[in-house]
């Protein structure tokens, strides 16, 4: 009888079959270096590298083999942060206090170059025989704090924009609207002593002109308001 497709073993399968455990960890865990988009750097508890995936060469400039061994604050922290970096390390060691370890952070860091960008920082301690290590994971965010800078201009330059309409709306109501109401309520105040009607048309003019009075009133204080 013929073997199903699935009995014969294929050359993947023949290639994991004699690979043992940790190699095949060994192997992994390489392809999720080399693969990841974010920067993942490894440091022992010297601080010192020793581990330098490919998007980290690409965001910081260095080789990995350039830069392996070397220490972490001298390769990728700016000068400003350097003490700091070796200070929370120290305390880390000697007391287990952590600051920044677990969770993700904004932070500046530094490329080859000496320029300096922002970035998102998390990194996580972890122990080999004994021993901490310490992984970084990565991400320059370069291009999203130049989308909120753009975004907060944009709000401020809309909201400057509301407060000038407000402030021609305001500027309108008092040279036209105000003036025309004051000048109405003028002219019924002037004719009424001189009104030759009935009572009920003097009255009537009385509550127009009362009215008018009002209207100016409260147009006069929305316009205070919108200044």
Known sequence: TMASPAAVPNDTTRAAAVLDAPRMSELLTAAILESA???????????????????????????????VSMSLADVIVPPSLREAHRTGLARYLATGEARVLGRRVEITAMRADGTEFPVELAITPTAVDGVPFFTAYIRDITERKRAERR?????????????????????????????????????????????????????????????????????????????
């Open 37 to 67: 988009l974010d920067c993942i750097i490894t440091a022992d508890h010297h601080g010192c590298i020793t581990e330098f995936n490919p998007a980290a060469e690409r965001t910081f400039g260095y080789r990995r083999e350039d830069v």
């Open 151 to 227: 975004l907060r201009r944009a709000i401020r330059a809309r909201y400057e924009a509301v407060l000038d309409e407000r402030a021609r709306i305001a500027r309108d109501m008092h040279d036209g609207l105000l003036q025309n109401v004051a000048g109405i309520a003028m002219q019924l105040g002037a004719l009424l002593p001189h009104a030759q009607t009935s009572q009920a048309v003097t009255e009537r003019l009385k509550q127009i002109l009362e009215l008018t009075e009002r209207t100016g009133r409260e147009a006069r204080q929305t316009v205070a308001g919108m200044r």
